[in-house]
Structure formats: structure tokens, C-alpha cells
């Protein structure tokens, strides 16, 4: 009976640098609407592996499929095209350009919108929901680090995508940040029903996701 086929499906997934082996046959699926959490010590791979599922880099060997898609047989126009109405990247670092106010970063990727009229709305709706009608207009550098972060993650949700990636930022000084970021993926996953991934170096946070996987030789391993 349980037929579904997963949202995102890495078979066999290695990633390999000159004398370094980051992956290392690594087996991962995830369906429609899950969340789930990957947790490692720094250096383990775990951005390469959230670069990889968003397929900003691609795998030295094995499949990745997205929504049944063999990721390797599309051309670099179409894995843009899929990115950017399938998946939703909050980074490491918020990337929001600094020129422009808050409502028109939270737009980049709508820019190619069929409606520019409803995303503008979304963009304004969005905003409020994470507490930040007021800042509508406010350019990054007047804003704090965390009304930045939520200005990052309501730009990755403009689109509507199946999936969002999360790189927590890292560092123990961050860990309220952190946990706020967990508070606002989870509340908006709840709105919104995207599958979300998480890499988080806290277990306390991973434990909140659906799904907890430990990041370890190469290999994810499901935790609990
Ligand atoms: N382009 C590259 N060339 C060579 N080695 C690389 C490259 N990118 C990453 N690595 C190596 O791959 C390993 C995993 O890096 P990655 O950034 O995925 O770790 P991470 O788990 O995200 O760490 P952190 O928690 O510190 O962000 C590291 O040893 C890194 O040096
Ligand atoms: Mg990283």
C-alpha cells in the first residue's frame, strides 16, 4: 500500500574531493510534507549534503531524483527552473542584497512571477506573519540579525516550494538564533505543509523535525 513516491530519493550518493571522500554512498528519501533534521560535528558534510538535495552541487556517483526526476539528465536551465519553484534556501550566511528594502528581497524569486500583483501580496502577507509589517521598507543593514534571518526565510517561501533547505547558522553564540529559526521553519511548515530540512549542530533543535538523522562517515543514520 505505501507506494508514494518520495518527494526527494538519493541512492548511492558519494561526493568526493582530491584525497577526501564527503559522502560516501549515502542512501536518503523524503516525502511530501515531511521534515526532518541533520545533525554532525563541523566538517562532516553537511552543507555539501544540503548543496547537493538543492542541487546547487551535484554528486561525483549515485541518483538523486526530485519529484521522480533523474536530477542528473536536466540541463542546467531546467535544475534553475526547478530550484526555483520547487525549493526554498535559507543559507548559512542571509544573502539579502543590501540595496534593496525588505519586500523586494523577499521578491527575488518572484521576479519571473506569472502575478506580479499576488506575489507582492504574499511578500506583504508573509512579512506580517513573522512579525515584520513594520519593516517592510527597511534595507538589510537596518535591520537585526535575527529580522534579517526572517526576511531569508520568507524569501525562500515566495514560491511556494515542495521543499525548503535550512543551513543553521553555526557557532554556540547563535544558539537562540537557532532555536528561533526552528520556532519559525516548524510554525510555517504547519501553514504551508513544504517538506523542510534542517542542518543544525544542536540535538535539542533536530529533535523538534519529523525525522533525525546524524550525519557520520559519509552516511546518514537514523537517530530515535
Ligand atoms: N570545494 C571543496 N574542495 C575540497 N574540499 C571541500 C570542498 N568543499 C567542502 N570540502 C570539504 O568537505 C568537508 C565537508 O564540508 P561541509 O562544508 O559540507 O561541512 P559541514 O558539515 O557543513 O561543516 P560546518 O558545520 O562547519 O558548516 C570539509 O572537510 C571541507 O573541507
Ligand atoms: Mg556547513
Redesign the pocket.
Known amino acids: 500500500m505505501n507506494n508514494v513516491t518520495p518527494l526527494v530519493e538519493m541512492k548511492d550518493v558519494s561526493k568526493e ?1 582530491p584525497g ?1 571522500c ?1 559522502l560516501n554512498a549515502l542512501d536518503f528519501s523524503l516525502n511530501t510534507g515531511e521534515t526532518a533534521a541533520i545533525i ?10 544540503l548543496n547537493i538535495l538543492g542541487t546547487l552541487d551535484t554528486p561525483t556517483s549515485g541518483s538523486y531524483r526530485f519529484k521522480d526526476r533523474d536530477t542528473s539528465t536536466l540541463s542546467p536551465n531546467e535544475l534553475a527552473a526547478l530550484r526555483n519553484r520547487d525549493i526554498g534556501f535559507v543559507f ?1 550566511l542571509h544573502h539579502l542584497l543590501p540595496q534593496c528594502a525588505a519586500v523586494e528581497n523577499v521578491l527575488v524569486p518572484a521576479l519571473v512571477a506569472e502575478h506580479p500583483d499576488a506575489a507582492r501580496a504574499r511578500a506583504e502577507e508573509l512579512l506580517g506573519r513573522v512579525g515584520l509589517a513594520h519593516c517592510m521598507d527597511a534595507r538589510p543593514g537596518q535591520l537585526s540579525g535575527g529580522e534579517r534571518q526572517r526576511v531569508a526565510v520568507v524569501r525562500a517561501l515566495i514560491n511556494r516550494p515542495a521543499l525548503l533547505l535550512a543551513d543553521e547558522p ?1 557557532g554556540s553564540l547563535n544558539q537562540e538564533g537557532a532555536e528561533l529559526l526552528a520556532d519559525l521553519l516548524l510554525e510555517l511548515h504547519r501553514q504551508e505543509g513544504m517538506a523542510v530540512v534542517i ?1 543544525t ?1 544542536a540535538p535539542a533543535i533536530a529533535e523538534r523535525f519529523g525525522r533525525v538523522f546524524e ?1 557520520r562517515d559519509g552516511r546518514l543514520a537514523a537517530r530515535g
Open positions: 574531493y577526501t564527503v554532525g560535528p563541523s566538517g562532516c558534510g553537511k552543507s555539501t549534503f548559512q553555526t542542518v549542530h550525519l
